[in-house]
Nanobody, 124 residues
Framework: QVDLVESGGGLVQPGGSLSLSCAAS????????MGWYRQTPGTQRDLVAE???????MYADSVNGQFTISRDNAKNTIYLQMNDLKPDDTAVYYC??????????????????WGQGTQVTVSS
């Protein structure tokens, strides 16, 4: 059993900043690549940024230079610092993690797990 819990969403004015966090917990053996996705009504869920276990980040072109992803392996947590936010950044932001688990003493996976999503609204 794995849970991903996101926090930090909310309402911000254009040009403002927000920081999201996502913590993985449960019967975890190892956490591999973790990332942030976003989705607006009627559209597909798109990758925003992801980061490997070794700390190598990758960004969608639309947020490169604007968002920064980081992680704390000891806490199985990733962060997304979002600066200079624009109305187009309004979406539900989801965390995803690729995780191996321990079940009855056996390692299973890896499998992809998703958080419940957190709303980010950029509006004046």
């Amino acid at each position: 059993q794995v849970d991903l819990v996101e926090s930090g969403g909310g309402l911000v004015q254009p040009g403002g900043s927000l920081s999201l966090s996502c913590a993985a917990s449960g019967t975890i053996f190892s956490v591999y690549t973790m990332g942030w996705y976003r989705q607006t009504p009627g559209t597909q869920r798109d990758l925003v940024a992801e980061i490997t276990r070794g700390g190598n980040p990758m960004y969608a072109d639309s947020v490169n230079g604007q968002f920064t992803i980081s992680r704390d392996n000891a806490k199985n947590t990733i962060y997304l610092q979002m600066n200079d936010l624009k109305p187009d950044d309004t979406a539900v932001y989801y965390c995803k993690a690729r995780i191996t688990t321990i079940v009855n003493g056996h390692i299973q996976g890896p499998s992809d797990y998703w958080g419940q999503g957190t709303q980010v609204t950029v509006s004046s």
